[in-house]
């Protein structure tokens, strides 16, 4: 069974390296979606700030409100209404039409675990990553405001696998939401590819 093309967020981008790497015949194509082999403490440092020790949120507004707190550095030009939009991206209705965050709140464990975060950038990493792009279509969307994977980390990455193809989203931080123009334009070229 083939995935085909994958496409990994975050953490995601990490198990869509290892599966890749685990089980080459599942994964034909692979697009990062701001994140790499290697990531820096201080995006690592704020991520680990917030996530799973939000306040619990009574409403929408406290949940907008959330958002904007936790996410405003990658998204400074957002207004309310795409706050408003954000919060229910990224809270589910819980009991009684309360927000709930829709992630598992134990993935702060993998911050916790080291000062570094979920992935301390290791050798083993980057041969996993090199694999993949040497074997598949790759493409690495970037946020130009990216405090995770900084354009040190990405010229490192485009350095070491000249294949891999970069879209770099201006004004956005960590993560694209990929409907920017120049996520959406990448994305649709890197699918003709696997296409091809």
Same mark, same amino acid.
């Given at each position: 069974?083939?995935?085909?093309?994958?496409?990994?967020?975050?953490? @995601?981008? $990490?198990?869509?390296?290892?599966?890749?790497?685990? &089980?080459?015949?599942?994964?034909?194509?692979?697009?990062?979606?701001?994140?790499?082999?290697?990531?820096?403490?201080? /995006?690592? +440092?704020?991520?680990?700030?917030?996530? @799973?020790? /939000?306040?619990?949120?009574?409403?929408? &507004?406290?949940?907008? *409100?959330?958002?904007?707190?936790?996410?405003?550095?990658?998204? =400074?030009?957002?207004?309310?209404?795409?706050?408003? +939009?954000?919060?229910?991206?990224?809270?589910?209705? /819980? %009991?009684? @039409?309360?927000?709930?965050?829709?992630?598992?709140?134990?993935?702060?464990?993998?911050?916790?675990?080291?000062?570094? /975060? =979920?992935?301390?950038?290791?050798?083993?990493?980057?041969?996993? $990553?090199?694999?993949?792009? &040497?074997?598949?279509?790759?493409?690495?969307?970037? @946020?130009?405001?990216?405090?995770?994977?900084? *354009?040190?980390?990405?010229?490192?990455?485009? +350095?070491?696998?000249?294949?891999?193809?970069?879209?770099?989203?201006?004004?956005?931080?960590?993560? %694209?939401?990929?409907?920017?123009?120049?996520?959406?334009?990448?994305?649709? +070229?890197? *699918? *003709?590819?696997?296409?091809?």
């Amino acid at each position: 069974m083939c995935i085909r093309d994958s496409v990994g967020t975050s953490m @995601g981008g $990490f198990v869509t390296m290892v599966v890749a790497k685990l &089980a080459k015949e599942r994964v034909a194509g692979a697009l990062l979606n701001d994140i790499g082999p290697e990531i820096s403490p201080i /995006g690592v +440092a704020r991520i680990a700030s917030y996530v @799973g020790k /939000g306040s619990p949120v009574s409403t929408w &507004a406290d949940a907008r *409100a959330y958002a904007k707190r936790t996410n405003g550095v990658a998204f =400074p030009r957002y207004e309310d209404s795409d706050w408003d +939009a954000f919060a229910r991206r990224v809270f589910d209705e /819980g %009991p009684e @039409g309360k927000p709930v965050l829709a992630y598992d709140p134990t993935i702060a464990r993998a911050f916790a675990a080291s000062e570094e /975060g =979920p992935s301390a950038h290791t050798e083993a990493a980057w041969e996993t $990553f090199l694999d993949l792009v &040497a074997t598949r279509p790759t493409l690495l969307v970037r @946020g130009e405001l990216s405090d995770l994977v900084d *354009a040190d980390i990405t010229a490192k990455m485009k +350095a070491r696998a000249p294949q891999l193809t970069v879209a770099n989203v201006p004004n956005v931080g960590h993560t %694209p939401t990929l409907v920017e123009p120049e996520a959406w334009d990448a994305f649709v +070229a890197w *699918a *003709a590819r696997l296409e091809a």
